[in-house]
């Protein structure tokens, strides 16, 4: 998989993807991740990748140009492109599956105040994380191709990713480690009883009344 981005500030994401499970995916050529400044694609003489609001009102507006000429410069038939914004549908592990197949992703992060209206008409998808602001895409987009990158195959044991919260509707059962009392705390005696049967039904009951109490939207589905 290739993933490009496209955002005003690449230096954000040297931490995420020079990381962990990230990095080793980019080493191992699992995936290919670019970072494009689209101020470098502006036709302005002062470089300029924003301006004032038609109708008024505060704030500046990032310009359609400088994004088009970078998405156009890097697009092929096989390109899925994502604007990053805050009105943009609410992603969701079953998106991260759908993506997973992509061959080439491209992720705009929009910032500043807003950008030109026109910019979505270059996007197939527009996502959000979630119900609160941000002062950019940049994060937004981080959590996007971390939860790719990590279902694509030979990136993580697939077991792990049959076991995540969210796949079959409930959240994660608890899980420990030793020692088996830590601060009068105790291991549940179910885990350390060597009966496969009863581990599975309780973890079961307890993804099950975690997510009936904490989240009873997923279960009604
Ligand atoms: Cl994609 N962008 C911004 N700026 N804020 C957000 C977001 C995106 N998703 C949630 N909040």
Do not use: W
């Not at 899925?80 to 592990?93: A, E, H, R």
């Not at 008409?121 to 002062?135: A, F, Q, R, W």
């Not at 291991?187 to 350390?192: A, E, K, N």
């Amino acid at each position: 998989m290739k993933i490009d981005i496209l955002t005003l500030f690449p230096n954000m994401f040297d931490g995420v993807f020079s990381e962990s499970i990230i990095k080793r995916a980019i080493q191992n050529n699992k995936v290919e991740i670019n970072l494009h400044d689209f101020r470098d694609f502006t036709d302005d003489p002062h470089n300029k990748v924003d301006d004032t609001p038609y109708g008024g009102g505060a704030g500046m507006v990032l310009m359609a140009q400088p994004i088009y000429d970078c998405v156009e410069s890097l697009k092929s038939d096989d390109s899925f492109i994502i604007l990053m914004t805050p009105d943009g549908v609410s992603y969701k592990q079953s998106m991260a599956y759908d993506l997973s197949k992509k061959k080439h992703i491209i992720i705009i992060c929009g910032h500043y105040e807003g950008f030109d209206e026109r910019i979505r008409n270059l996007c197939d998808l527009e996502v959000s994380i979630g119900d609160y602001v941000l002062t950019g895409g940049e994060i937004p987009s981080m959590a996007i191709v971390d939860s790719v990158v990590r279902l694509l195959p030979g990136v993580i044991n697939e077991q792990s990713h049959m076991e995540d919260s969210f796949n079959n509707s409930l959240l994660d059962y608890p899980t420990y480690t030793k020692p088996r009392v830590f601060r009068g705390m105790e291991v549940p005696d179910v885990l350390l009883s060597g009966d496969h049967k009863k581990i599975d039904e309780y973890r079961y009951r307890e993804a099950f009344n975690k997510t009936k109490s904490r989240r009873p939207d997923l279960l009604e589905k």
